[in-house]
């Protein structure tokens, strides 16, 4: 079963609304996760880094106001689209890095959210 | 459920080898394959793209190829650098859907 979720998988809205979308580990404790934007056809964008209680680091040419990020637990990270517009409609992914029962450290993907901005 | 497998947890292989990385999916109705790989305590980097309307793409020592009729994709390396050392991911879409990810596989090419 799924061990890194995402909610909502699906969100359309309204131009200037702000969208949270929550990425949480099932199983295991993240010391660290990772945000993306995925475009058509084309790879992930890594957007962020997030580690627990502390802020996240943002990669170049991403705005840390517009995309709040919230690492609060070890087990949930919070992506927040400020203001959202047009172009912000993508498909955002996260992942989750930590030790999961007593295995090697890994990285576990989440199944993405797809964010419509109308 | 698991949609897309990689069976390999682990994989060891001389330097200047081939490394062929494996992996197995169950929706025929996948039409978008990635591949990345990930060092440790960094993010995933996209490495190659195929889409289901090719058999194999290429980009410098990578190959992918795949086979729709057996679900099957799979990640050649050739030849392989101790640098390629890192834990490989495939991942599946339907396009405009969700990607579903395999677990990975760590590959170690022995100098």
């Known amino acids: 079963g799924a061990v890194v979720s995402q909610h909502p998988s699906w969100v359309i809205c309204k131009s200037g609304t702000s969208v949270k979308i929550e990425c949480r580990s099932l199983?295991?404790?993240?010391?660290?996760m990772f945000w993306y934007r995925q475009f058509p056809k084309q790879s992930l964008m890594l957007m962020a880094t997030s580690n627990e209680g502390s802020k996240a680091t943002y990669e170049q040419g991403v705005e840390k106001d517009k995309f709040l990020i919230n690492h609060a637990s070890l087990t949930l990270s919070t992506l927040t689209v400020t203001s959202a517009h047009p172009e912000d409609s993508s498909f955002y992914i996260c992942?989750?890095?930590?030790?999961?029962?007593?295995?090697?450290?890994?990285?576990?993907f989440g199944p993405g959210t797809r964010l419509l901005v109308l | 459920d698991q949609q897309v497998k990689q069976n390999s947890p682990s994989l060891s292989v001389q330097e200047g080898r081939i490394s062929i990385l494996n992996c197995d999916y169950t929706?025929?109705?996948?039409?978008?394959f990635l591949w990345y790989k990930k060092y440790p305590a960094e993010g995933p980097t996209f490495l190659i793209s195929i889409s289901s309307i090719k058999d194999k793409n290429e980009d410098g020592r990578f190959t992918v190829f795949l086979n729709k009729s057996a679900k099957h994709l799979s990640l050649h390396i050739v030849p392989s650098q101790p640098g390629d050392s890192a834990v490989y991911f495939c991942a599946a879409s339907v396009t405009g859907n969700q990607f579903y990810f395999g677990t990975g596989t760590s590959l170690t090419v022995i100098p």
């Open positions: 199983d295991f404790q993240a010391t660290t």
């Open positions: 992942s989750a890095h930590g030790v999961r029962g007593g295995a090697q450290e890994t990285q576990y």
């Open positions: 929706n025929s109705m996948f039409d978008y």
